[in-house]
Nanobody, 130 residues
Framework: QVQLVESGGGLAQAGGSLTLSCETSGFIFSNAAMGWFRQVPGKEREFVSIVNWSGSDTYYSDSVKGRFTISRDNAKNTITLQMNRLKAEDTAVYYC???????????????????????WGKGTQVTVSS
């Protein structure tokens, strides 16, 4: 079955860094769009970043652009999110997600919220102390 397992969350100080990883299985990873989302209690889950199947196209929310970097390793079926210059407002549960669809229109629809990725991990907590 499809599995996405996040790791690397934890506690960091403001200005510091964390690297999240997501190991996947059960679907053709090399064809899939993969992304990161986050959620804080009482708020809706929000888009953080997404990458197309080859890694050539990456997208970020305005709140993390320039600080976070998404990457993928199609040989290892994993994606990572390098988070630098962390802020207290980055505190959230971070979710890895993926979908066999990876075209540009679909990715743009995911970013604007009109489409949802099919596969989701259980999340990893990131806490940034100020």
């Amino acid at each position: 079955q499809v599995q996405l397992v996040e790791s690397g969350g934890g506690l960091a100080q403001a200005g510091g860094s964390l690297t999240l990883s997501c190991e996947t299985s059960g679907f053709i990873f090399s064809n899939a769009a993969m992304g990161w989302f986050r959620q804080v209690p009482g708020k809706e889950r929000e888009f953080v970043s997404i990458v197309n199947w080859s890694g050539s196209d990456t997208y970020y929310s305005d709140s993390v652009k320039g600080r976070f970097t998404i990457s993928r390793d199609n040989a290892k079926n994993t994606i990572t999110l390098q988070m630098n210059r962390l802020k207290a407002e980055d505190t959230a549960v971070y979710y890895c997600a993926g979908d066999p669809r990876s075209g540009g229109p679909f990715i743009r629809a995911v970013i604007n919220g009109s489409q949802r990725l099919a596969y989701w991990g259980k999340g990893t907590q990131v806490t940034v102390s100020s």
